[in-house]
């Protein structure tokens, strides 16, 4: 569960991802939604407009069952199910891939998602982790 009281919050997350990814050089893109708003997007160098596609699709993953992307896919692949028949949605608009994370606060209330696209998606998902341990570090963390 996030502290996050207001869209300051949110920029701060993604402010701490663009400081990560630029420090390591990842060719990646990150986007923070709030529901449905882009509250926060960034395309680093090396990155491309693929990532948007992916990032569009993993989002979607999460705007509908307010879980990881990677959770749904482990889940998916645990249970031997067709996450996208079971969902009745498509892989044109939906993608369980790791690097989507739900926002939640700590009243438990969904309200978004940060995802991030342009590494292996299991490497967006754990980069997406440590942005979000940042946060709620307070920055502390950065290296």
Do not use: C
Not at 69 to 94: H, M
Not at 128 to 137: A, F, H, P, Q, S
């Amino acid at each position: 569960m996030l502290p996050i009281s207001d869209v300051f919050d949110l920029l701060e997350i993604g402010e701490i991802g663009k400081t990560l990814g630029f420090i390591r050089k990842l060719p990646i893109a990150i986007e923070i939604k709030l529901e449905n708003w882009i509250m926060y997007h960034i395309s680093l160098p090396g990155s491309n407009p693929e990532n948007n596609f992916w990032i569009r699709r993993k989002s979607n993953v999460v705007m509908l069952k307010k879980h990881s992307s990677l959770y749904e896919r482990i889940n998916a692949e645990d249970q031997s199910i067709d996450w996208f028949k079971l969902n009745k949605v498509n892989e044109v608009d939906y993608a369980i891939h790791g690097g989507s994370l739900p926002l939640i606060t700590q009243n438990y209330k969904f309200i978004g998602t940060l995802t991030i696209s342009g590494m292996t998606h299991v490497a967006d998902h754990l980069f997406g982790v440590e942005i979000l341990t940042n946060y709620l570090n307070g920055r502390r963390a950065l290296r």
